[in-house]
């Protein structure tokens, strides 16, 4: 069961990095979801399930998974709820959302390539956040018409 879920996640996490931005930059321009924010939700979802199934196998050290799996997701269906019911300031739902999600891929991507360095839980956190909030507070004319 485990390798099953090992061979779904990275798989899932592949899809989500590349429409992770794709999901973004569409949904920005149409003004409401499209098929990339559907296969980015979807992606993380089946992301984060698998990090749920996986981390009973190595709990001791793999805790710390189960709430960030969920949080990811849930950074995910914000985004996509935003993009559902575009209005006012909908397009930062969609920016943290869906951006908060593609951070949280990196970073786990960073976390398990190169463990044991603090930075690799920082460095994708407070490069990411930052260039969002800068989008959200200078958005494109086109996301606020």
């Known amino acids: 069961m485990r390798d099953i879920a090992l061979i779904l996640h990275v798989a899932a996490g592949l899809v989500g990095l590349v429409f992770g931005p794709l999901a973004i930059v569409w949904t920005l321009r149409s003004?409401?979801?499209?098929?990339?924010?559907e296969v980015f939700h979807w992606?993380?979802?089946?992301?984060?399930?698998?990090?749920?199934?996986m981390v009973p196998y190595?709990?001791?050290?793999?805790?710390v998974f189960w709430p960030i799996s969920i949080a990811s997701y849930l950074f995910v269906y914000l985004g996509q709820r935003a993009a559902?019911?575009?209005?006012g300031l909908w397009y930062r739902g969609v920016l943290r959302g869906y951006g908060g999600g593609w951070?949280?891929?990196?970073?786990?991507i960073l976390?398990?390539?190169?463990?044991d360095h603090p930075w690799t839980w920082a460095i994708p956190i407070v490069v990411g956040s930052a260039a969002l909030e800068v989008l959200c507070f200078r958005p494109a004319k086109a996301w606020t018409r």
Do not use: Q, Y
Not at 103 to 108: G, Q, R, S, Y
Not at 111 to 115: L, N, T
């Open 111 to 115: 976390v398990v390539s190169v463990p």
């Open 31 to 37: 003004r409401r979801l499209n098929w990339a924010g």
């Open 58 to 63: 190595d709990w001791g050290r793999l805790w």
């Open 84 to 87: 559902e019911s575009p209005g």
């Open 43 to 53: 992606a993380v979802a089946l992301v984060c399930l698998t990090a749920l199934v």
């Open 103 to 108: 951070i949280a891929l990196w970073t786990a």
